[in-house]
Nanobody
């Protein structure tokens, strides 16, 4: 059983900052990618940022220069530092992990339950 537990969401004023955390736990053999997605009301879930081996990162154009993703491989944890937040960043943020449970297993995607981020004055 794999669990992804997010924390750090909340209400913040425009221009403010938040830091999201997501810890993966369970019988994990190897994690390939960790990332964050978000879903605003009435919209599809979209990629925010991902981090893959070799410190490779990828960001949505809308958050480049404002958000920073980082991972702690020893703790199976991924972080999302969000600065200069805008009202359009309001969404439920979901943690995603692409991992496998054994040496011979295939990599599969797992999701957290989400954490609400609201940017409003």
């Amino acid at each position: 059983q794999v669990q992804l537990v997010e924390s750090g969401g909340g209400l913040v004023q425009p221009g403010g900052s938040l830091r999201l955390s997501c810890a993966a736990s369970g019988s994990i053999f190897s994690i390939y990618a960790l990332g964050w997605y978000r879903q605003a009301p009435g919209k599809q879930r979209e990629l925010v940022a991902t981090a893959t081996p070799g410190d490779s990162t990828n960001y949505a154009d809308s958050v480049k220069g404002r958000f920073t993703i980082s991972r702690d491989n020893g703790k199976n944890t991924v972080y999302l530092q969000m600065n200069s937040l805008k009202p359009e960043d309001t969404a439920v943020y979901y943690c995603n992990a692409v991992l496998k449970l054994s040496r011979t297993a295939l990599y599969e995607a797992y999701w957290g339950h989400g954490t609400q981020v609201t940017v409003s004055s």
